[in-house]
């Protein structure tokens, strides 16, 4: 249910097929995506005002998964499986952890050395032992035994999957 909408009141259902009529009114056909024509913040996240003048603004897609399949759960965020950034279409709105939804958000360069200068921070792993793995021609697993690291973690830092060196990035921006 809508916060603002008394669960008990008689009139509900008449509302959620009215709200679903009204928004659905502002989505026009494109491919097999729905594409919002109303009020979009930053371009990317459909909104509509509900409740009259004193009202308030929704996020289009929340309030459609609430109208179709109920309320959502405190710690999920309502999603797209497609990649249209404008789409409301109610097949293609999926329930996601906030982890899982940042993971197609790309990260400047900047943010990817911060989140690796504080993981490293609180790693067993010091600069000279990467540095060691890198050089070595001892095989990974070697390394993973004797400084009892994780499964495949020698391996990872030789093919750059993981303490990647920032200082060397040539890419310079987003990736």
Known sequence: MIPSINPWDAEVEVFEQLTLVRLLKHAEPEGECLEWTGHANDGRHPQVKLGGRKGRVYNVRRVLWVLLHGSIPANRQVGLKCPCELCVHPDHLVLRTRSAAMKR????????????ATKRAKSRLTEDMVSEIRSSSKPAIWFDRSWRLGNG???NIR??????????????GMR
């Open 153 to 155: 973690t020698a391996s």
């Open 105 to 116: 958000v790309k990260k400047s360069l900047l943010s990817a050395r911060r989140m690796a």
């Open 159 to 172: 093919r750059g999957r993981s303490r990647r060196d920032f200082s060397a990035d040539m890419l310079g």
